[in-house]
Structure formats: structure tokens, C-alpha cells
């Protein structure tokens, strides 16, 4: 079954907005890592996060671990059009093999200028 | 130079036919993978390989048999083509030994199968 659970799967925003997309995990992870996809192309890192409770910032985007390393969420402050794409969630879990990720559905954004 | 790439970047075809997709990654990475992406945008794994073995095998239908001749290669070739395997494949690639688990996407093949 799916083992990230990514919500929401999609998300339209005024250009100006905020946005904020969550991962929930059913087991405890070794690191979770963001992705984006811009339509048309491919999955490209962002972040890795790995300690409990980690807040990492990349200009206007936020991303945060949970304390139990088993949530993340990634927020992007004040959208831009050139925001818009798939936002992945893909979480390591302990003792995964050669490290195989478990990638959330992703969450698809729509940024209207 | 681009880091890993696939051949083709689209490929249609009739159902029943046979098809490979092609992966070389340039990164010297030991493992590499495949992923299928349906209309929905789910990225699900298909296939891992590390250093020319393979590693996983997602209950994929035995019509997919990939092949690794070197560690830098990753093809993938399917058999009897069916309507639901139209979609977008991505190869990855990974650094075992490296800080970050990050994957390196190719730019995808999508696949019409009519």
C-alpha cells in the first residue's frame, strides 16, 4: 500500500499566495527529500531533510521534518509563476534497500498571475 | 553535458509490438532505476540495479525486463505493449556512498502505445 501519503494532490493559488503541501508517513523515516517537477520535465532534488524537527529555508521556500520523523511539509511564501509544478515528497525509510524511496503522489500547482 | 539521458524522448506504437528505452548516466553512480509516471503525475518504481545486479523488482509484469551491460547503462525493454503502459519513464541514478540519497532524474520517454 502507499507507504507517503501526500496531500493536497492539487492546489490552484492566486500569484501572491502561500501554499503548503504536507507528507504523512505510516513508518518512521531516515530522511525525507523534496522534488519538483515543472510540466514537461523530470523530478529535479530540492532538500534533504534528516534531523528531528529540521527547518530548512531556500529563499521563499520552507521546509520542515516532523519531531517523530514521520511528516514533512514543504511551504512556499508568496507564489510566482514560476512556482508552478509537482511537488514531491519521498521519504528514505530505515534499512530501505540501497536507498529506494517511497515518493509521495505528489501535489500538482497552479499559480494564476 | 547532460547527466543522464534517455533515448527516445517519445515513442508510439501499436499495441502488441515490442519496444526498448534507453539510460546512461554519466555521474559514475553505482545504482540506477526505473520509474513510471501515469497521467496522474504517481511516480512508481519499477526496477532497481546496483552495480550491473538487480536490487528490487516491484511486481512488475514479466513483459518488462531490464538489462544492465555496465553500471552506466540501464535499458529497459518491454514486450507485447498494452494500452496501460502508455506513460512517462524516468531512469534515476543514485551515489551509494554519497552525503545525500538524491536521485538524478533522466528527462523521461513518453510512451503511446495505440
Known amino acids: 500500500g502507499q507507504q507517503v501519503m501526500q496531500i493536497p494532490q492539487y492546489q490552484h493559488v492566486q500569484e501572491g499566495e502561500d501554499f503548503t503541501t504536507y507528507c504523512n508517513s505510516s513508518?518512521?523515516?531516515?530522511?525525507i527529500q523534496w522534488y519538483k517537477q515543472r510540466p514537461g520535465g523530470h523530478p529535479v532534488f530540492l532538500i534533504q531533510l534528516v534531523k528531528s524537527g529540521e527547518v530548512k529555508k531556500q529563499k521563499r521556500l520552507t521546509f520542515q521534518f516532523g519531531e517523530a520523523k514521520k511528516n514533512s511539509s514543504l511551504h512556499i511564501t508568496a507564489t510566482q509563476t514560476t512556482d508552478v509544478g509537482t511537488y514531491f515528497c519521498a521519504g528514505l525509510r530505515r534499512g530501505s534497500t540501497l536507498g529506494r524511496l517511497y515518493f509521495g503522489r505528489g501535489t500538482q500547482l497552479t499559480v494564476w498571475p | 553535458d547532460t547527466a543522464v539521458s534517455q533515448t527516445p524522448k517519445y515513442l508510439v506504437t501499436q499495441m502488441g509490438n515490442d519496444k526498448s528505452i534507453k539510460c546512461e548516466q554519466n555521474?559514475?553512480?553505482?545504482?540506477m532505476y526505473w520509474y513510471k509516471q501515469d497521467s496522474k503525475k504517481f511516480l512508481k518504481i519499477m526496477f532497481s540495479y546496483n552495480n550491473k545486479e538487480l536490487i528490487i523488482n516491484e511486481t512488475v509484469p514479466n513483459r518488462f525486463s531490464p538489462k544492465s551491460p555496465d553500471k552506466a547503462h540501464l535499458n529497459l525493454h518491454i514486450n507485447s505493449l498494452e494500452l496501460g503502459d502508455s506513460a512517462v519513464y524516468f531512469c534515476?541514478?543514485?551515489?551509494?556512498?554519497?552525503?545525500?540519497?538524491?536521485?538524478?532524474f533522466g528527462p523521461g520517454t513518453r510512451l503511446t502505445v495505440l
Open positions: 555521474l559514475g553512480h553505482d545504482t
Open positions: 534515476a541514478s543514485k551515489d551509494v556512498i554519497g552525503q545525500t540519497n538524491e536521485q538524478f
Open positions: 513508518t518512521t523515516l531516515s530522511n
